[in-house]
């Protein structure tokens, strides 16, 4: 099982240089960043992570994903750089397409792209973006960026999203077609159709509940004529121990994203450290 990790970084904690380095050093398999442009003052979202709390202070002070990872890109050689995730909702599409071609261009095709809908309302909403159809632009942008990702000029229009007139633009993904691409949220059809639609897989938060999930998950992927054994499952932000991974490799899971504490170098180093157990040696 390939183990790799991820991390808020911010102006406060280590650097995407000295984390990168480390993390090839030591034999894990990549590294993925969140993403938030802003977090208004007024705000009504509630955190997702724990109801009536304050939002952790590193939310409001994240970096961009894509420009933390050209950075680590340029010290490594092997792990992977992933987003965890991509507001796809909040960019334009023509650009956040350019983005993720030239990282993945540069980083010689390692990077893996990860969409998400987001929870922040008010976040979304001063990016233009309507709630209730969120997901739908979603859907729409990616498919006008898999049109630009095409080898022969691709038009495309959307119902949500607008249009794309048949274009030049390169590089292109490494592997031809898109990158690398999870879809995270939580479990439930509409996920589903998403995920069969433009992802390589899924990237459940936590990880928990899979023996109950996947298998309508599987199910649903083959039904879309996708190849069952080609579907990833990535458990992301996960708090490891031996029993938890063991459940997942029945799973049938082949990498799952260890989380990282928002901290010093010195905090995430020793946090590496005790996940070094997890870790197989580089070759």
Same mark, same amino acid.
């Given at each position: 099982?390939?183990?790799?990790?991820?991390?808020?970084?911010?102006?406060?904690?280590?650097?995407?240089?000295?984390?990168?380095?480390?993390?090839?050093?030591?034999?894990?398999?990549?590294?993925?960043?969140?993403?938030?442009?802003?977090? $208004? @003052?007024?705000?009504?979202? =509630?955190?997702?992570?724990? +109801?009536?709390?304050?939002? &952790?202070?590193? %939310?409001?002070?994240?970096?961009?994903?894509?420009?933390?990872?050209?950075?680590?890109?340029?010290?490594?050689?092997?792990?992977?750089?992933?987003?965890?995730?991509?507001?796809?909702?909040?960019?334009?599409?023509?650009?956040?397409?350019?983005?993720?071609?030239?990282?993945?261009?540069?980083?010689?095709?390692?990077?893996?792209?990860?969409?998400?809908?987001?929870?922040?309302?008010?976040?979304?909403?001063?990016?233009?973006?309507?709630?209730?159809?969120?997901?739908?632009?979603?859907?729409?942008?990616?498919?006008?960026?898999?049109?630009?990702?095409?080898?022969?000029?691709?038009?495309?229009?959307?119902?949500?999203?607008?249009?794309?007139?048949?274009?030049?633009?390169?590089?292109? $993904? @490494?592997?031809?077609?898109? =990158?690398?691409?999870?879809? +995270?949220?939580?479990?439930? &059809?509409?996920? %589903?159709?998403?995920?069969?639609?433009?992802?390589?897989?899924?990237?459940?938060?936590?990880?928990?509940?899979?023996?109950?999930?996947?298998?309508?998950?599987?199910?649903?992927?083959?039904?879309?004529?996708?190849?069952?054994?080609?579907?990833?499952?990535?458990?992301?932000?996960?708090?490891?121990?031996?029993?938890?991974?063991?459940?997942?490799?029945?799973?049938?899971?082949?990498?799952?994203?260890?989380?990282?504490?928002?901290?010093?170098?010195?905090?995430?180093?020793?946090?590496?450290?005790?996940?070094?157990?997890?870790?197989?040696?580089?070759?």
């Amino acid at each position: 099982m390939r183990i790799s990790t991820t991390i808020f970084l911010t102006d406060e904690t280590i650097t995407p240089v000295r984390l990168a380095r480390e993390l090839e050093q030591r034999g894990f398999a990549g590294l993925y960043v969140p993403e938030h442009t802003h977090i $208004p @003052v007024e705000r009504t979202s =509630p955190y997702p992570g724990g +109801g009536d709390r304050e939002l &952790p202070r590193e %939310y409001t002070r994240t970096f961009d994903p894509f420009v933390a990872l050209a950075q680590a890109a340029a010290v490594t050689e092997r792990i992977t750089l992933g987003t965890g995730i991509t507001l796809v909702a909040q960019h334009d599409p023509i650009d956040l397409a350019k983005q993720a071609a030239t990282l993945d261009h540069l980083s010689g095709g390692r990077l893996t792209l990860g969409v998400g809908f987001g929870w922040n309302k008010e976040e979304a909403a001063d990016h233009g973006v309507e709630w209730a159809t969120r997901r739908e632009l979603v859907r729409d942008r990616m498919g006008l960026m898999r049109a630009l990702w095409a080898e022969e000029p691709t038009a495309y229009t959307g119902e949500f999203t607008g249009a794309v007139r048949a274009s030049h633009t390169h590089p292109k $993904p @490494v592997r031809g077609g898109a =990158p690398r691409t999870l879809v +995270g949220g939580a479990a439930g &059809p509409k996920l %589903y159709e998403h995920i069969c639609a433009y992802g390589d897989g899924w990237m459940p938060l936590g990880g928990g509940g899979l023996s109950r999930t996947l298998p309508e998950l599987r199910a649903r992927w083959q039904d879309a004529g996708r190849d069952p054994a080609a579907l990833q499952i990535v458990p992301y932000a996960v708090l490891p121990n031996p029993g938890k991974l063991a459940h997942y490799a029945e799973q049938g899971v082949e990498e799952v994203v260890l989380q990282l504490p928002p901290g010093d170098e010195a905090t995430v180093l020793r946090r590496l450290d005790a996940y070094q157990e997890y870790v197989r040696p580089p070759a």
